[in-house]
């Protein structure tokens, strides 16, 4: 198993600019979820999904857009970066979001928006 | 509203030294507690999870207490060794604050040679 991947690793977009976040997991796991890492800020979940089709807002969904067309994938989008999205984004997935199992990371995307 | 602490913040210790990497929370209202480890510029690597019923988890040389109605958990690192630094985090998941992990700010551990 691959586990959680992410593309792309760095990525450096200019203020207005839009791209997307790929997330992939080969676990079938049915939730997965998207978090930001800041200094002092610790990590802060952006969106999540419960399953294919279903997404709903995490603590600071605004300026992102996901959906959930498949099990594996899970991709966030940018609608218009701003320099305050600056950050490392995680994506994470775990066989259910009952709480009762762990939940595993990708290895990050750093996002700089000038 | 849930808030999770790590104390200390930062610790170097001498290689072979044990210790212990301290973390509470606010609402006891948990399902499980989970530990991470972070190396520079990576993601997150799961080293343990404790369920709410359980008091501790060990793994190898790690060992984490969950202690719900203080709100305290404790990692326990024996014979610790120079590639055990890194950042290590807890965090906690609770129902009533959604589906999400409410994380704590790690404690950047240095175990020198």
């Known amino acids: 198993n691959a586990g959680v991947t992410q593309t792309p690793k760095f990525q450096v977009l200019k203020t207005g600019q839009s791209m997307t976040l790929q997330c992939a997991q080969d676990m079938n796991h049915e939730y997965m979820s998207w978090y930001r890492q800041d200094p002092g800020m610790g990590l802060r979940l952006i969106h999540y999904?419960?399953?294919?089709?279903?997404?709903d807002q995490g603590e600071v969904p605004n300026g992102y857009n996901v959906s959930r067309s498949t099990t594996e994938d899970f991709p966030l989008r940018l609608l218009s970066a701003a320099p305050s999205q600056t950050s490392v984004y995680f994506c994470?997935?775990?066989?259910?979001?009952?709480?009762?199992?762990?939940?595993?990371f990708g290895p990050g995307t750093r996002l700089t928006v000038t | 509203k849930q808030e999770v602490t790590q104390i200390p913040a930062a610790l170097s210790v001498p290689e072979g030294e044990n210790l212990v990497l301290n973390c509470s929370f606010t609402?006891?209202?948990?399902?499980?507690l989970q530990w991470f480890r972070q190396d520079p510029g990576k993601g997150l690597t799961s080293l343990l999870l404790i369920q709410s019923s359980q008091r501790e988890q060990t793994s190898g040389r790690l060992n984490a207490s969950l202690d719900k109605s203080s709100g305290r958990s404790t990692l326990y690192i024996a014979a610790s060794q120079p590639g055990d630094s890194a950042t290590y985090l807890c965090?906690?998941?609770?129902?009533?604050?959604?589906?999400?992990?409410?994380f704590g700010a790690g404690t950047i551990l240095r175990v020198k040679s």
């Open positions: 609402d006891s209202a948990i399902y499980n």
């Open positions: 994470a997935s775990s066989p259910a979001g009952t709480g009762n199992y762990e939940q595993y």
């Open positions: 965090a906690v998941y609770s129902w009533e604050y959604g589906n999400k992990l409410v």
């Open positions: 999904s419960v399953g294919a089709g279903i997404t």
